[in-house]
Structure formats: C-alpha cells, structure tokens
C-alpha cells in the first residue's frame, strides 16, 4: 500500500487549474523529484500533501499514523530563538510534564547533533545554510516518515548542498523534493515527476532518461496540434460556405466543428521561454582586469583578500566559488573597483562598459512596478538601438502584460530573478557581473542563460554555487580558500575539484563540549581537597536544564496569554481550575530548575577553576 497518495485532485486559484485531476503516490524510502516550470503550482502539491491547504476536488489519503513534515522554500525571515528551542519547537506545543520535557530535549540533541549543529546558536545570527539546516532539523526531529522539501539548496554554498546531499541519502523515510540544481538530482532522486499545465506526468526513470522521454514526448505532441489546428481550419473554411454546412445531412458536421473549437479553447498551451539577448557595444581592451599581490579587508578583522594577483583578458569567463560568507561578493566589488584595496595594485582595461546582476536584488524597488523598474519610468527603451514598448520587451521575459503594470512585492523570487535579468540585459555591456544568478530559475530558464553566457563575447564573471552551471560556463575558477587566500583553477566546479582534491564538504567544527573534557580530565587529574567534584552524570543534567527551562517558560507564557483572554473565563470550569494548577506547577518546576542549575553551575566553575 502506498505512503500517501492523491485521487483526482483539482484546486486552482481564479485562472487554469494549478492541479487538473491528479493522481500520485509515494512508496516507502522513495525519493522523488517533482520538476516543473516557475509558477506551475509545485509548492502548492506540496502543501496539499502537508495538510496546509485543502483540494477544491478529489481526496488525499495517508497510510495510518503517518508523519509527514515539510520544509518550505524561504525561511521565514520573522523566526527567532535558539536553535534547540526552534528544533524542539518542532515536535508540536509542550509537555505537560518534566519527564515529557526531558524526551523531547533529547531528541532534540539527537538531531541537532545529526545535523552538525550548536544547540545555544541564536538562529537570527546564523548564516542562510546554517538557518536552513536549523529548518531541516526541525521537520526531522519528529522522525517523519515523508519529508517534503521545497527547493532545498536555495542560498546553499557548495559544501552545504554537498553534506546535505550525503544527509539525505541516509534519510531512511520517504523523500519528495523540488530542485532546480541538476546535480542535487541526479545524485538523489530513485524517480522523476513533472508537473505541466495541470497535469501530473510519472516518467518513473532518473533525470537523463527523463529529458529524452519528454522531448520525444513534446514532439509527437507538436505532430498531433499541428494536425488538429490545419482539421480545424479546414472546417473553418468549409463551414463559411454557408448553405451547404446548413443543409441537414451536413448538421453532424457542423456539430463536430463546435466539438472541435471547445477542444481548441480548452487547451492548455506550453509556457512559453524567455527571450535572452544581450545588446552588442565596442569590444573592450584585450585586458580587463589585472590585479597584482592585492589585500582587502574589514577592520579590526582578517583580511578577506591577502596578496591576491589574477590577470583577467577579453572573452574570458570566469567563476568566483566560496563558503557563504566567504567574502565572494567583496571579491566582486574590488575586482570592479567599487571598493578600494588597503595594499597592492589594481589595473581595469579600456572601454569597459559592465553590467551588474545583483544576488541581494537590491536594484529592485519594492513599492514600482515592474515596467517601471526595468524603464525607470519610460515607455520604451532603447534596444540594440531601435526603441521598444517596455510592455513587449517584458513579454520576452513571460511577464503578461498585467504583472508588467503590477508592484514588485507581488513577484515571486524566480519571475524577481527573470525581472533582474530583463533589467540587465537592458545595458549594453562588455562586462557581464552576475552574483548568484541562478537562485530560483526554473531549468530550462538556467539552460537557455547558459546558452547565452556561452554565446556571450564580452567578459564574464560569475559567482554561483550551481556546479553544473559553472561546469558549463566558465574557463576559469577563482575559489575563497580561507585566511584570505584566493586560488586560481583552469576550468570548471568539477576541474577545481580534480586539481586541488577538495571534493568533500567543509566540516563544521564542533567544539568538544564541557562532559567530554571534565569526564578525560578526571581521569586524568587526581581529586583536590577541599574542591566540589562534578560526575559526568551531572554535567549532562546540566546542559540540559536550560532547554527544560526554555519548554516551561514556553508553556507558562502560553497558559498566560490564554487567561488574559475574555473567552478564557467562559470554559468549563475544571478546565479553567486545571490550568490555574498547571501554571502553579510550573512555577514551582521553574523555581527548581533555576536552583538545581545555580548548584550545579557552580560546581562546574569549581572544577573549571582545577582544570
């Protein structure tokens, strides 16, 4: 029996059906890919299966007792806390008992550990892959058994995908996942599902098999249209005639005709492609960029940049690969010259004419519209010289002409990331500059910008962590490597790897915690007099008293918040009764706690002070 499935589901929100009488399942420890163009309605099958919305049609069945959990594509920007206390958060609202209390902290550690996470980190302060194993923490500490994920690698470095990777291929549940990065699926997915003008398509097959099944698959579907669109109007034509399509024995006819133009209107066309196109400008000089024992950094920090040389040429291109946080972005901007190097030299060729895509989108403004941010308030712009409507030349990007006269803050991040483009492209430029271009693309939009960059006869320098794009693109390889460090690589992603061995991921680094030195110092160490001791037992209670602490307050400010209100006082009196009592015992437990971790603190500051 399946995991979960979906019967003749349909839900739509005002225009064509996102999910056209659907029908899938999920087997137990599959992983599958579910690909589709931006805007297809991917995130929304996916909340359906989470339980977050609920079809217009059709049901959705689960095995008995299943657990499912979804992690979501943005993380939410609003969430604070410590990273235990959001894990925890994650096993539903608390405990009603110490003994309950201390269960879920420690599967909580369980899983943080798993995941190579510091439990006391403060989320907010944490970088975009640190947040998104926090989030990925969360939806597994409840061991479900399916794990929807939604574009898991978005504003991951490379070694973050990488680990992530190895994670998941050790997940023993059932996985569902959507990706625009080639490599994540390949390596990943038992089984590849697409989602197309409503319709879900099982080519039950890995990711090459399924590009050759759906191009065969395209072109027999272009045969058949062709054929029905020259029947239709060839009837077109014959029904025009007039007396003879209204003579009875040609009724039946004309009756197909109508069945023929319903069929037509009731087709859902193939979404269309963007229309890439740089505009040509005067070619620059043969160099572009040379840099000679160049140092950059922030003070009172490390440098970022130390003694960095590089000689960039004309036509070369070139990608810019590092941990997030590395410092890839600054790299960028000294290499342009917007920031000012604190020691050596730094030479720009002539007749460069750059243009800047911005990973931040920090170019775009929120509150204008789209044609407003690409025309900067004109009608038209100029393109290869000749003017065009800015309405036209947004429809090459697959913006209608509605989202073209719609706010920014509407968009979606991949049609911000296509619109980002469009702006782009807009410059003529012999200096393309594109950081993080790919975060939310759909494939075939990161195919057809490939095929342009590869096109492309100016200079190109590019930051991403898509392998498989960098692999395609760029000649050259510029990779952060730590203590202000930048090596230098002939070719791609996978030419860096073969050259310098670095194909495993970064480790994180924990520190050893307090238990496992205290426990090899007592060995080690014989006792003082005078001098509390502390057992290994005791320090493990103690760091686990402050996640207890943090459940309790978490319930008692609850329970507070429920008795400020009106309706409060309207329930049943016994449940009214038994929370008074609960709140007291909270208390109480809280009172405890703070003690017992005030003694326990206090003698592990006495063996600190040994040791």
Same mark, same amino acid.
């Given at each position: 029996?399946?995991?979960?499935?979906?019967?003749?589901?349909?839900?739509?929100?005002?225009?064509?059906?996102?999910?056209?009488?659907?029908?899938?399942?999920?087997?137990?420890?599959?992983?599958?890919?579910?690909?589709?163009?931006?805007?297809?309605?991917?995130?929304?099958?996916?909340?359906?299966?989470?339980?977050?919305?609920?079809?217009?049609?059709?049901?959705? @069945?689960?095995?008995?007792?299943?657990?499912?959990?979804?992690?979501?594509?943005?993380?939410?920007?609003?969430?604070?806390?410590? @990273?235990?206390?959001?894990?925890?958060?994650?096993?539903?609202?608390?405990?009603?008992?110490?003994?309950?209390?201390?269960?879920?902290?420690?599967?909580?550690?369980?899983?943080? #550990?798993?995941?190579?996470?510091?439990?006391?980190?403060?989320?907010?302060?944490?970088? %975009?892959?640190?947040?998104?194993?926090?989030?990925?923490?969360?939806?597994?500490?409840?061991?479900?058994? @399916?794990?929807?994920?939604?574009?898991?690698?978005?504003?991951?470095?490379?070694?973050?995908?990488?680990?992530?990777?190895?994670?998941?291929?050790?997940?023993?549940?059932?996985?569902?996942?959507?990706?625009?990065?080639?490599?994540?699926?390949?390596?990943?997915?038992?089984?590849?599902?697409?989602?197309?003008?409503?319709?879900?398509?099982?080519?039950?097959?890995?990711?090459? !098999?399924?590009?050759?099944?759906?191009?065969?698959?395209?072109?027999?579907?272009?045969?058949?249209?062709?054929?029905?669109?020259?029947?239709?109007?060839?009837?077109?034509?014959?029904?025009?005639?007039?007396?003879?399509?209204?003579? !009875?024995?040609?009724?039946?006819?004309?009756?197909?005709?109508?069945?023929?133009?319903?069929?037509?209107? *009731?087709?859902?066309?193939?979404?269309?492609?963007?229309?890439?196109?740089?505009?040509? !400008?005067?070619?620059?000089?043969?160099?572009?960029?040379?840099?000679?024992?160049?140092?950059?950094?922030?003070?009172?920090?490390?440098?970022?940049?130390?003694?960095?040389? %590089?000689?960039?040429?004309?036509?070369?291109? %070139?990608?810019?690969?590092?941990?997030?946080?590395?410092?890839?972005?600054?790299?960028?901007?000294?290499?342009?010259?917007?920031?000012?190097?604190?020691?050596?030299?730094?030479?720009?060729?002539?007749?460069?004419?750059?243009?800047?895509?911005?990973?931040?989108?920090?170019?775009?403004?929120?509150?204008?519209?789209?044609?407003?941010?690409?025309?900067?308030?004109?009608?038209?712009?100029?393109?290869?010289?000749? =003017?065009?409507?800015?309405?036209?030349?947004?429809?090459?990007?697959?913006?209608?002409?509605?989202?073209?006269?719609?706010?920014? #803050?509407?968009?979606?991040?991949?049609?911000?990331?296509?619109?980002?483009?469009?702006?782009?492209?807009?410059?003529?430029?012999?200096?393309?500059?594109?950081?993080? =271009?790919?975060?939310?693309?759909?494939?075939?939009?990161?195919?057809?910008?490939?095929?342009?960059?590869?096109?492309?006869?100016? %200079?190109?320098?590019?930051?991403?962590?898509?392998?498989?794009?960098?692999?395609?693109?760029?000649?050259?390889?510029?990779?952060?490597?730590?203590?202000?460090?930048?090596?230098?690589?002939?070719?791609?992603?996978?030419?860096?790897?073969?050259? #310098?061995?670095?194909?495993?991921? @970064?480790?994180?680094?924990?520190?050893?915690?307090?238990?496992?030195?205290?426990?090899?110092?007592?060995?080690?160490?014989?006792?003082?007099?005078?001098?509390?001791?502390?057992?290994?037992?005791?320090?493990?209670?103690?760091?686990?008293? =402050?996640?207890?602490?943090?459940?309790?307050?978490?319930?008692?400010?609850?329970?507070?918040?429920?008795? #400020?209100?009106?309706?409060?006082?309207?329930?049943?009196? *016994?449940?009214?009764?038994?929370?008074?009592?609960?709140? /007291?015992?909270?208390?109480?437990?809280?009172?405890?706690?703070?003690?017992?971790?005030?003694?326990?603190?206090?003698?592990?500051?006495?063996?600190? /002070?040994?040791?």
């Amino acid at each position: 029996m399946a995991l979960i499935g979906m019967h003749d589901v349909c839900i739509g929100f005002g225009g064509p059906l996102l999910l056209d009488h659907v029908n899938f399942h999920m087997e137990r420890r599959e992983r599958v890919c579910l690909l589709g163009r931006n805007g297809t309605g991917k995130s929304t099958l996916m909340r359906l299966l989470n339980g977050d919305l609920a079809p217009d049609d059709g049901e959705i @069945v689960y095995q008995q007792g299943l657990r499912v959990s979804f992690l979501p594509q943005e993380v939410p920007q609003e969430m604070t806390g410590t @990273v235990l206390g959001i894990v925890v958060a994650g096993l539903g609202g608390p405990q009603t008992a110490l003994s309950g209390a201390r269960t879920r902290l420690n599967l909580a550690e369980r899983t943080i #550990s798993r995941m190579e996470l510091e439990p006391g980190e403060r989320f907010e302060t944490l970088s %975009t892959g640190l947040k998104r194993r926090t989030m990925l923490a969360r939806g597994l500490v409840s061991e479900p058994d @399916v794990l929807l994920l939604d574009e898991p690698t978005n504003h991951l470095d490379i070694d973050a995908i990488a680990w992530m990777e190895e994670f998941l291929l050790r997940f023993e549940g059932t996985l569902l996942f959507v990706t625009h990065d080639r490599r994540f699926l390949k390596k990943l997915a038992t089984r590849t599902v697409e989602l197309d003008r409503g319709r879900l398509i099982d080519w039950s097959c890995d990711y090459e !098999t399924f590009l050759m099944r759906r191009q065969a698959a395209l072109a027999t579907e272009a045969v058949h249209r062709e054929r029905f669109d020259d029947k239709l109007a060839r009837e077109e034509v014959w029904v025009r005639q007039g007396i003879k399509a209204r003579r !009875t024995r040609n009724e039946g006819r004309v009756r197909e005709l109508e069945k023929l133009r319903e069929a037509r209107r *009731a087709r859902r066309e193939l979404i269309g492609s963007v229309r890439l196109k740089t505009q040509d !400008t005067a070619n620059s000089g043969k160099l572009v960029i040379e840099a000679e024992g160049v140092s950059y950094g922030y003070s009172g920090q490390k440098p970022i940049i130390d003694d960095f040389s %590089t000689v960039i040429m004309r036509s070369d291109k %070139t990608g810019i690969i590092g941990p997030n946080g590395s410092g890839k972005t600054t790299l960028l901007r000294v290499l342009l010259g917007d920031l000012s190097p604190e020691r050596g030299v730094l030479k720009h060729g002539v007749n460069l004419e750059p243009a800047y895509f911005d990973q931040l989108r920090a170019q775009l403004d929120e509150n204008k519209s789209v044609a407003e941010n690409v025309g900067d308030g004109n009608d038209t712009i100029l393109f290869d010289g000749k =003017p065009r409507h800015i309405i036209g030349y947004l429809n090459d990007f697959l913006f209608s002409p509605e989202q073209a006269r719609s706010p920014v #803050s509407t968009l979606s991040g991949g049609e911000r990331n296509r619109l980002l483009l469009a702006r782009l492209f807009t410059k003529p430029s012999n200096l393309l500059v594109l950081d993080e =271009p790919t975060n939310d693309l759909d494939m075939e939009t990161l195919e057809l910008l490939e095929n342009l960059l590869l096109d492309y006869q100016g %200079t190109l320098l590019l930051v991403s962590h898509d392998r498989t794009f960098l692999n395609n693109v760029v000649t050259s390889t510029l990779v952060l490597e730590g203590e202000g460090k930048v090596g230098e690589y002939v070719g791609g992603y996978d030419d860096w790897v073969r050259q #310098s061995g670095s194909d495993k991921p @970064v480790k994180t680094g924990k520190a050893p915690d307090l238990a496992e030195k205290a426990e090899k110092a007592e060995k080690q160490r014989p006792k003082r007099e005078g001098r509390q001791t502390i057992s290994f037992k005791e320090l493990r209670e103690l760091e686990d008293i =402050p996640g207890i602490i943090e459940l309790l307050e978490a319930e008692r400010n609850e329970l507070y918040r429920s008795m #400020s209100e009106p309706a409060f006082y309207r329930k049943d009196g *016994a449940e009214i009764a038994t929370a008074k009592v609960r709140l /007291t015992t909270i208390e109480q437990e809280l009172d405890q706690a703070y003690q017992r971790w005030d003694v326990l603190d206090m003698k592990a500051r006495d063996v600190a /002070t040994v040791l």
